[in-house]
């Protein structure tokens, strides 16, 4: 989910989970956020929380250990983006991240500059095996609504590979 602040995006992320707990029960669910906002009513959930003396990179190293399903994250706003899209790559599936960006192909592009915060660069690959969905968000007039969303099929010479679904269709 992207957009930015108030937009909408963690709203969206918990009707989603919601929907992820419900059709896959049995899954196990970890979420690791910094601040009390996913809300998961999944009976095998688990929630790290990150605070000044663990950060967010080091609770998405340590998730795989308890061996998740799902690996859901609150807001990736640093370094541990590289984290997570490896732990993602790694038979994650359904995975739910929020990330702030002014357009759904922006995020993709606000991906590659956090995993560069990490050292990494040319990671394009890796975000488009990834990321199969972005929906983006935003506020106009008081009202939140999805303005966008694309599917990621993969990578080209000159970018992504993209499919564009109109929002106005859902």
């Known amino acids: 989910m992207a957009g930015g602040t108030s937009s909408g995006k963690t709203t969206l992320a918990n009707a989603?989970?919601?929907?992820?707990?419900?059709?896959?029960?049995?899954?196990?669910?970890?979420?690791?956020e910094d601040t009390a906002e996913i809300q998961c009513e999944?009976?095998?959930?688990?929630?790290?929380?990150?605070?000044a003396d663990v950060d967010m990179l080091r609770l998405l190293r340590l998730s795989l250990r308890y061996r998740p399903d799902r690996i859901l994250v609150g807001e990736v706003r640093g370094p541990e983006a590289l984290a997570l899209l490896k732990a993602w790559n790694t038979g994650h599936p359904g995975g739910v991240a929020t990330i702030h960006a002014n357009s759904a192909e922006a995020a993709l592009i606000r991906l590659e500059q956090l995993i560069a915060e990490a050292g990494a660069v040319g990671m394009s690959p890796l975000i488009a095996e990834a990321v199969n969905l972005v929906v983006f968000m935003d506020k106009q007039r008081g009202k939140r609504r999805v303005r966008e969303i694309i599917d990621v099929t993969g990578i080209t010479t000159t970018g992504y590979s993209i499919n564009?679904?109109?929002?106005?269709?859902?």
Request: glycine fraction near 2%.
């Open 164 to 170: 564009k679904r109109d929002a106005l269709c859902l």
């Open 42 to 51: 999944a009976e095998n959930a688990l929630i790290f929380r990150a605070n």
């Open 16 to 32: 989603v989970i919601h929907g992820i707990s419900t059709l896959c029960p049995q899954d196990r669910v970890l979420i690791i």
